[in-house]
Each structure stands twice: as structure tokens, then as C-alpha cells.
Nanobody, 125 residues
Framework: QVQLVDSGGGLVQAGGSLRLSCAASGRVPDWYTMGWFRQAPGKEREFVAAITWSGGSTYYQDFVKGRFTISRASAVNTGYLQMNSLKPEDTATYYC??????????????????WGQGTQVTVSS
């Protein structure tokens, strides 16, 4: 079966950087879209970024645009989220997600069929 493992979180100071990884294993289908979501205590899960697997089109939430970059390495079934200029309000559990189906609403978590377990990102002041 397909598994997604997201990793790379940790504790960093404001202004620092982290790179999150999302590695797929098992009988991996051809992804149409891979995305990243985050959830902080007391808040709903929110969209961060997404990328189409074949064409590489990217989509970003406005509050991370210019600071975060989503990418993928298709040959090794791995996606990445490079996070720069981190702020305390970026503190959350970050989840990668993917779907082999066309996702007309890339910002909606319901469009994704497979999810990682989450990796914690904590940004200190």
C-alpha cells in the first residue's frame, strides 16, 4: 500500500529556515497533485502550497508566498517544502498530501487521498 512520510520539522528561531520532505513508498500511483497543509492548536487545518506532478505548476497561500517554495523530485517520489524567513505564526504541524486524481480545488483538504503523519514545526521568538 502507499505510504507518505513527511519529515524535516524542528525548532528554529524566527528568520530561520527548514526544508520539509514528503517521501512516498509502496505501490505509488502517478500523482496529479501534491500539497502541504498545516494546523496550529485551536485553528483549522489550512492550505499552504501545492504542485502538479507532471507540469510543475505551483500554488501558494498568500501569507507564505515569497518565503516558501514547493518542489518535487519525481524520480524518487518525493516532494519538498523549503521554508525561509520563518515566523512564530508559522508554528504548526505540517502535513503533506497527494492525490492521483485531478483536484479542481487544490486548497481543499478533501481533494487529497493520501496523507503523511505530520511533522512539527516550532518557530521561537
Amino acid at each position: 500500500q502507499v505510504q507518505l512520510v513527511d519529515s524535516g520539522g524542528g525548532l528554529v528561531q524566527a528568520g530561520g529556515s527548514l526544508r520539509l520532505s514528503c517521501a512516498a513508498s509502496g505501490r505509488v500511483p502517478d500523482w496529479y497533485t501534491m500539497g502541504w497543509f498545516r494546523q496550529a492548536p485551536g485553528k483549522e487545518r489550512e492550505f499552504v502550497a501545492a504542485i502538479t506532478w507532471s507540469g510543475g505548476s505551483t500554488y501558494y497561500q498568500d501569507f507564505v508566498k515569497g518565503r516558501f517554495t514547493i518542489s518535487r523530485a519525481s524520480a524518487v517520489n518525493t516532494g519538498y517544502l523549503q521554508m525561509n524567513s520563518l515566523k512564530p505564526e508559522d508554528t504548526a504541524t505540517y502535513y503533506c498530501a497527494a492525490s492521483p486524481r485531478y483536484a479542481p480545488q487544490v486548497m481543499c483538504s478533501r481533494e487529497y487521498d493520501y496523507w503523511g503523519q505530520g511533522t512539527q514545526v516550532t518557530v521561537s521568538s
